[in-house]
C-alpha cells in the first residue's frame, strides 16, 4: 500500500489550498482514510476521516466548517480542502489509512489504529 500527499504550500492566512492523497496497492472499500497534521512541536492532530465504502466523515472538531474531506473512487484519491486557513493551520499534513471496522467518532482520531501512512505535505500559512 502507498500513499501519497501533495499540494501543500505557503498560502496567505484566509486563503484556500486542496491537498490530495493519493492511494494504491489494494482496493480501499473497507478502508477509512484520515488526515492527521503535525506543527512544530506539537503533537500529531487530527484533522479529518472519510470511510471509503460510503463517504461517510468525521471531523476534528476545530476543522469542521473550514476543512473538507472527500474521496475519489475512480481516482482511489482522497482529498482536504482547506479554506478560511490560519497562520496556526501551519503544520506538515498526513494522509493515512485504516481497517473501517472499529472505527467510531471516539477512535477515528488514534494514530496508532492507522496501519498505512503516506509522507507529508507542508502547509504553511502566513500572517
Known amino acids: 500500500v502507498q500513499l501519497q500527499a501533495f499540494g501543500g504550500g505557503l498560502v496567505q492566512a484566509g486563503g484556500s489550498l486542496r491537498l490530495s492523497c493519493a492511494a494504491s496497492?489494494?482496493?480501499?472499500?473497507?478502508?477509512?482514510m484520515g488526515w492527521f497534521r503535525q506543527a512544530p512541536g506539537k503533537e500529531r492532530e487530527f484533522v479529518a476521516g472519510i470511510r471509503w465504502f460510503d463517504a461517510y466523515t468525521y471531523y476534528a472538531t476545530s476543522m469542521k466548517g473550514r476543512f473538507t474531506i472527500s474521496r475519489d473512487i475512480a481516482k482511489n484519491t482522497v482529498y482536504l480542502q482547506m479554506s478560511s486557513l490560519k497562520p496556526e493551520d501551519t503544520a506538515v499534513y498526513s494522509c493515512a489509512a485504516r481497517v473501517s471496522s472499529g472505527v467510531t467518532s471516539g477512535t477515528i482520531g488514534r494514530p496508532l489504529s492507522y496501519s498505512y501512512w503516506g509522507q507529508g505535505t507542508l502547509v504553511t500559512v502566513s500572517s
Open positions: 496497492g489494494r482496493t480501499f472499500s473497507s478502508y477509512t
